[in-house]
């Protein structure tokens, strides 16, 4: 079994930065796909930055360019982040790490990520 859980999410004023992180325990050494996923208020999850199996690294929409996601190694990934720069107030959502095998897919808690004076 795999668990994730994110940690840093705060209260941030536009234009400021956050760094957010996901630890991941557990049977971690098949995992090969990861992300970071966001679920604004009133609308459905979507994914913000993905890292795949061949360990290429995307952000999507206007992530690109504002938002960076890295890992503290390719092998045995134990844990993620999510350098976020020049916050908006449409950031604001909650974000979600997840990670998959072959087999199944693992989801954090989610941390609350707040854009706002």
């Known amino acids: 079994q795999v668990q994730l859980e994110e940690s840093g999410g705060a209260l941030v004023q536009p234009g400021g930065s956050l760094t957010l992180s996901c630890s991941i325990s557990g049977a971690r050494a098949n995992l090969n796909i990861y992300d970071w996923y966001r679920q604004r208020p009133g609308k459905g999850r979507e994914l913000v930055a993905n890292i795949d199996d061949k360990g290429k690294t995307t952000l999507v929409g206007d992530a690109e360019g504002r938002f960076n996601f890295s890992r503290d190694k390719a092998e045995n990934t134990a844990y993620l982040y999510l350098q976020m720069d020049s916050l908006k107030p449409e950031d604001t959502a909650v974000y979600y790490c997840?990670?998959?095998?072959?087999?199944?897919?693992?989801w954090g808690q989610g941390t609350q990520v707040t854009v706002s004076t």
């Open positions: 997840h990670a998959q095998d072959l087999r199944k897919h693992y």
